[in-house]
């Protein structure tokens, strides 16, 4: 990250506590700090009730915390009423999982062009922005099927450019290769470097070693505390 430059994602002591002050109280995140950069693929990873996905939802704007300060893309997030957070998350994130989300009975290119409908955008807009975020995923020639028609990895793709059609500045992948045989899940893997690349800046959740050593970074979650793993060697080119 170049010296004055604000990162997309910055948290200081991010703290999550479920039924607080109950017997039933649960701390699933302490004191979490993490900066992640314009243009970086970032890995956040550990076992299931470590609190990654905690982490995420936080990220994301779907929870708030108990404590801490989380600023997306230089927002301060705690000043921000209900109306202002909705329009955040959508202009801001965008949110890939594991199990597609796609609508069935609609084809490619309006799943894509779904999240457009929510603003004033004329409809031939949101068609156009669609079947340009479909080519960028490789998928321009399957604008008319439906998902039915596709393979697990088309339907990410088609789950991921309706995660871009609104140009925000983080995509958030929650186990996106769960659902997809490790062939397909790598093909995933590269569109997000491509993604990278672009200046997009990717957040992937994963419990799997071997998906998050894609990342550039890679933090590692156990009992709701963060850590940075050790530095990898660079790729080629980066």
């Known amino acids: 990250m170049s010296a004055g430059e604000t990162p997309v994602v910055r948290t200081r002591g991010l703290g999550k506590v479920y039924s607080e002050g109950t017997p039933a109280e649960v701390v699933a995140l302490r004191g979490v700090d993490l900066e992640v950069a314009r243009g970086e693929f970032v890995a956040i990873m550990g076992p299931s009730g470590s609190g ?9 704007c779907l929870d708030t915390p108990s404590s801490g300060v989380y600023e997306c893309d230089g927002v301060d997030v705690a000043t921000l009423d209900k ?25 490619a ?38 998902p039915s028609e596709m393979s697990g990895g088309q339907q990410q793709r088609v789950a991921i450019a309706r995660a871009l059609i609104n140009r925000p500045p983080i995509l958030l ?25 672009d200046d997009h800046t990717v957040v992937l959740i994963t419990h799997d070693a071997e998906v998050a050593a894609h990342a550039d970074r890679t933090f590692v979650m156990h009992d709701g505390r963060l850590h940075e793993a050790p530095q990898r060697q660079p790729e080629a080119g980066r």
């Not at 004329?122 to 099927?145: C, D, I, K, M, N």
């Not at 045989?181 to 893997?189: C, F």
């Open 52 to 60: 990654k996905s905690t982490l995420m939802n936080l990220v994301g």
């Open 83 to 107: 109306e202002a957070l909705a329009a955040l998350r959508r202009d801001k994130i965008g949110f890939v999982f594991q199990g597609f989300n796609l609508l069935p009975r609609m084809d």
């Open 109 to 146: 290119l309006h799943n894509v062009a779904m999240p457009l409908g929510y603003t004033r955008m004329p409809h031939a807009e949101r068609l156009e922005r669609a079947r340009a975020a479909l080519q960028s995923v490789g998928l321009g020639e399957r604008t008319g099927h439906l």
């Open 173 to 197: 992948a929650d186990e996106p290769t769960g659902a997809l045989d490790s062939k397909t899940g790598e093909e995933i893997l590269a569109l997000f470097k491509r993604l990278r690349d």
